[in-house]
């Protein structure tokens, strides 16, 4: 295993954005940025041995500022909606920032995917990127000591461990929103996916995507990916749900929740024959099929168009500091919030 630092570009005021690069024997690579502790890239030998880049992504750090739908982000305190941009609590209402329609906070208003994060290579397969965030950024309460690390291994599985130490009671609710297509970056949409998750509810919503407190089993519905399906099969269907989200965008409930790490989503690509296993210690993941990418450029000026890669954010429930009937991401002020999520790419046997 290595790890190499390079240049990848400027802030506005002037701070240099560096790409870490985690390597491995076979090299295959796992590129993170510093800005938004974000997951560039993630180069692996698909079936016929080519190298290929599975994560869409930008080249520049003007790109990702400017056009970014959070590819790749470390996204926190809070990560999806908060309806009506506020919780409480012990009585006490805190207005967060409405940031989508005004009426809604979606991945706490943003600070954390766009700020520069601290970076310290810990290992030669390991780098830690660290942010302190600030009381009431966004109206969230808390001073939040905030990191993330990044792990590679010989098997081209990414290790992502999360830890957050508020000094103010709080909600942590940490995610990475990385946009998978296993065909490639450059390589159309991902409707030919497989996938399959180990889920036998899903969080229903509202027109606004808040959770109305509801988790409907999927069987019998649209929403059953409990055997692998592909992801174009129903994804246009005349399902209320999916008139609301336009697609698949919804939260699937973990079976089983025992806060202990476990293989629950697999997803695959017969074009290129590659398998992505996400394991996770958290209760819910967010299934984006990437419904309002609208065609903006990419890396090497390739057009992200809808539905051209898909997220899997695993995380607490939309809104759980609304819902007090789902799993709860409170965490006391000093007490440190925990998880963990594996990325892992294999050849399909
Ligand atoms: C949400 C999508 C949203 C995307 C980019 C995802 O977590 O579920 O609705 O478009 O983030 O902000």
């Known amino acids: 295993m290595s790890v190499e630092r390079k240049e990848f570009g400027t802030m506005p005021d002037g701070r240099t954005v560096y790409r870490y690069i985690l390597s491995n ?91 520069v994060w601290n970076a310290m290579v810990i290992d030669s ?12 950024l966004n109206g969230f309460p808390g001073t939040i000591n905030n990191s993330v690390t990044f792990k590679f291994t010989e098997e081209n599985k990414l290790v992502i461990k999360y830890s957050a130490v508020s000094d103010k009671d709080t909600f942590i609710n940490l995610t990475n929103h990385a946009y998978f297509n296993l065909n490639g970056f450059d390589s159309g949409d991902i409707l030919s996916h497989s996938i399959m998750i180990d889920a036998d509810k899903v969080t229903a919503v509202d027109t606004m995507s808040i959770p109305t ?43 089983n929740w025992d806060k202990t790490l476990r293989k629950c989503i697999t997803a695959e690509s017969d074009v290129s024959g590659l ?12 299934f984006y099929a990437g419904n ?44 440190e919030f925990v998880s963990q999520t594996v990325y892992e790419i294999t050849l399909a046997e």
């Open 25 to 115: 024997s076979s090299e295959n690579e796992v590129h993170i940025l510093t800005l938004g502790a974000t997951l560039h890239s993630f180069i692996v030998d698909d079936k016929n041995g080519n190298k290929t880049d599975v994560l869409l992504g930008f080249d520049t750090v003007e790109d990702y500022l400017e056009k970014s739908d959070y590819q790749g982000a470390t996204v926190g305190p809070v990560c999806n909606r908060i309806g009506n941009a506020a919780f409480s609590i012990d009585g006490v209402e805190y207005k967060l920032t409405a940031n989508e329609k005004d009426v809604t906070c979606l991945h706490s208003g943003g600070e954390y995917s766009f700020v």
């Open 125 to 136: 397969d390991t780098v830690e990127f660290s942010y302190i965030s600030p009381d009431g």
């Open 213 to 255: 407190g509801e988790n409907f089993s999927v069987d019998g519905t649209v929403f059953d990916f409990r055997q692998p399906k592909l992801i174009g099969k129903d994804i246009d269907a005349d399902n209320e749900q999916l008139g609301f989200t336009g697609g698949f965008d919804h939260n699937f409930c973990i079976n």
């Open 275 to 286: 398998k992505l296993n996400v394991y996770t210690d958290l209760p819910g993941v967010q």
């Open 292 to 335: 309002f990418l609208k065609g903006i450029c990419g890396k090497e000026q390739k057009p992200m168009n809808k539905r051209s890669g898909f997220c899997l954010e695993t995380q607490y429930y939309p809104d759980t500091p609304n819902k007090s009937e789902f799993p709860s991401c409170f965490c006391k002020a000093g007490e």
